[in-house]
Nanobody, 125 residues
């Protein structure tokens, strides 16, 4: 089992930036896909973006060009750089691992095994 801990959530003004971190511990994760999802009471759980074991990333259309995912294998940490934030980006953000994902299946939430506890991002003036 992999334990995931998200951090970095905050209140930020529209147009601002944030970096979320997802620190992994436990079972080796370097060959896993990892993803970011977000959840709101209105929209439920939504795919944000993900990165596969080789470093290729894919994004939801709603964040493409504004969000960037990266991972530091030495630190066992994945990051989500969020720029040009909008009020509709307000949500609880979760990271998760997908041991069997390929790039085309990374957006599928039911393929993910381990999830973090989430971190709140609020975009408001």
């Amino acid at each position: 089992q992999v334990t995931l801990v998200e951090s970095g959530g905050a209140l930020v003004q529209p147009g601002g930036s944030l970096i979320l971190s997802c620190a992994a511990s436990g079972r080796t994760y370097s060959n896993y896909g990892m993803g970011w999802f977000r959840q709101t009471p209105t929209n439920g759980r939504e795919f944000v973006g993900a990165i596969n074991w080789s470093g290729s990333a894919t994004y939801a259309d709603s964040v493409k060009g504004r969000f960037t995912i990266s991972r530091d294998r030495a630190k066992a940490t994945m990051y989500l750089q969020m720029n040009a934030l909008r009020p509709e980006d307000t949500a609880v953000y979760y990271c998760a691992t997908c041991p069997r994902c390929i790039i085309s299946t990374l957006p599928e939430a039911d393929r993910y095994d381990d999830w973090g506890q989430g971190t709140q991002v609020t975009v408001s003036s």
